[in-house]
């Protein structure tokens, strides 16, 4: 390294192109010459432990949702079923649970974006949870560099989420039709003994 000149080997090379887009690049390469202080190291410890409240809460949430869904099920699920009437309006109010318990998810991750300040607006802080939970990143903006490590988090908890209630789904799905097929081998095996007049 010559003479005067300060060690930025950590520091990314951003093209000028990227800056112009993406306002977190921007400031990004203009903080690439700037010396970083103790609380920068810390920051990571700070980012983790603010985002392991949210992501315990919503996981609490997902659980709750998911019991409420599969005792649902077993207590009203097996008799609609087994009857054969209302299948669809079940399903639907089914379908209703498990999306709430994913808006409400979200909900809890928007709020703990707003009140630790990464987000000015709620509906700003919703938008772009929304985004990172589904995995869907239009990359329309990015958390502030002290709390970015949020946005990784987030989608970890709307991925998991997301595998859980699918695995609830299929199972009671697989339930439902092994319900259903009962139901039409007794009805048919009921038919096959009425004697023909």
């Known amino acids: ?3 005067g000149e300060t060690n930025t080997a950590w520091a990314p090379r951003i093209p000028a192109r ?23 190291q810390v920051t990571p410890l700070v980012e983790i432990a603010a985002g392991t409240v949210p992501l315990i809460v919503s ?46 998810e ?8 707003v009140l630790i300040q990464a987000v000015t607006g709620f509906r700003d802080a919703f938008y772009y949870v929304a985004g990172t939970y589904t995995t869907l990143g239009y ?26 209630t699918t695995g609830v789904l299929l199972n ?9 097929a009962a139901r039409d081998i007794a009805a048919s095996a009921k038919t096959d003994r009425t004697p023909n007049s």
């Open 1 to 3: 390294m010559p003479p």
């Open 18 to 40: 990227l800056c112009q887009n993406f306002p977190a690049a921007a400031a990004a390469a203009a903080d690439t010459g700037k010396e970083r202080n103790a609380m920068d």
């Open 59 to 104: 996981l609490l949430i997902h659980g709750v949702g998911m019991f409420l869904v599969q005792r649902a099920f077993r207590t009203r699920g097996v008799r609609v079923f087994t009857s054969g009437r209302h299948e669809q309006l079940f399903l639907a109010g089914m379908i209703v649970v498990l999306l709430t318990t994913h808006l409400v």
């Open 106 to 113: 979200m909900l809890v991750w928007a709020v703990a974006l």
């Open 139 to 164: 990359g329309e903006g990015t958390l502030p560099k002290s709390w970015r490590l949020l946005a990784p988090m987030i989608a970890i908890s709307g991925l998991f989420a997301f595998g859980w």
């Open 172 to 180: 009671l799905m697989s339930q439902a039709a092994v319900l259903n």
